[in-house]
C-alpha cells in the first residue's frame, strides 16, 4: 500500500506569511494531484502536475513535482485569509488508483 | 457543465440499520468513486465504478457496496452500519483522460447512533 505522508498537519499563520506544504512517498506515481477542501464541502482540484521536476503556478500558488516523481511541494507566497482550508495532495499509481494524503489544515489569521 | 451532486447531504441511522447514499456525476463523467473521510483517517478510497463495473476497491468489509447505472448515477449503500462507520462519504467523477483527476460532490455527512 502507498503512503502519502504529508507535512506539517496544521499551519496557522497571519496574513502575508509564506509558506510550504509537503507530500512525500517512497512510491513513483504517474501524477500528484493537489487539493483544497473548506469545511462543509468536497475536495477542489487546484493542479495536476505529471512530470518530474514539474513547476506549476497557480496566481500566488506554486506547486513542484519531484525529479524522482515521489514527492511534491505547494508554496504559498503572501498568504491570504480566503487560503485557509484542508489541503490535500494525491498521488495516482500505474493502476489509475489515487492516494490521498492525511492533509494540511491552514489557518491564515487576518 | 452542472458539478457531482450528492443525496442526502445529512443522514442520522440507527447501529444495524443500512443506508443508501445517491450521487450524480459530471455529465459526460463515466468514472464514479466513493471515498470515505474521518478525522482519524483522512480520504480512504472505497471503489470506483466505470461503466457500470467495478473497477477498482478499497480495504472495506463486504458491507459496503455500491453500483452504477447506464446512466452513469451511482448509489452506495452500507449494511449493517456500525459507529464507526459514521463519516462524511464523498462521490467524484472522472473523466478519466491522461490523468486520473477527481471531481467531488459536497458529500453525504452519515452519523451512526
Known amino acids: 500500500t502507498q503512503l502519502l505522508e504529508q507535512s506539517p498537519q496544521f499551519l496557522s499563520i497571519q496574513e502575508g506569511e509564506n509558506l510550504t506544504v509537503y507530500c512525500n512517498s517512497s512510491?513513483?506515481?504517474?501524477?500528484l494531484q493537489w487539493y483544497r477542501q473548506e469545511p462543509g464541502e468536497g475536495p477542489v482540484l487546484l493542479v495536476t502536475?505529471?512530470?518530474?521536476?514539474e513547476v506549476k503556478k497557480l496566481k500566488r500558488l506554486t506547486f513542484q513535482f519531484g525529479d524522482a516523481r515521489k514527492d511534491s511541494s505547494l508554496h504559498i507566497t503572501a498568504a491570504q485569509p480566503g487560503d485557509t482550508g484542508l489541503y490535500l495532495c494525491?498521488?495516482?499509481?500505474?493502476?489509475?488508483?489515487?492516494?490521498f494524503g492525511e492533509g494540511t489544515q491552514l489557518t491564515v489569521n487576518p | 457543465k452542472a458539478g457531482v451532486t450528492q443525496t442526502p447531504r445529512y443522514l442520522i441511522k440507527t447501529r444495524g440499520q443500512q443506508v443508501t447514499l445517491s450521487c450524480s456525476p459530471i455529465s459526460g463523467h463515466r468514472s464514479v468513486s466513493w471515498y470515505q473521510q474521518t478525522p482519524g483517517q483522512g480520504l480512504q478510497f472505497l471503489f470506483e465504478y466505470f461503466s457500470e463495473t467495478q473497477r477498482n476497491k478499497g480495504n472495506f468489509p463486504g458491507r459496503f457496496s455500491g453500483r452504477q447505472f447506464s446512466n452513469s448515477r451511482s448509489e452506495m449503500n452500507v449494511s449493517t452500519l456500525e459507529l464507526g462507520d459514521s463519516a462524511l462519504y464523498l462521490c467524484?467523477?472522472?473523466?478519466?483522460?491522461?490523468?486520473?483527476?477527481?471531481?467531488f460532490g459536497p458529500g453525504t455527512r452519515l452519523t451512526v447512533t
Open positions: 494525491a498521488g495516482e499509481t500505474s493502476g489509475s488508483r489515487l492516494t
Open positions: 502536475v505529471v512530470t518530474g521536476g
Open positions: 512510491s513513483v506515481f504517474s501524477s
Open positions: 467524484a467523477s472522472s473523466p478519466r483522460t491522461v490523468t486520473y483527476e477527481q471531481y
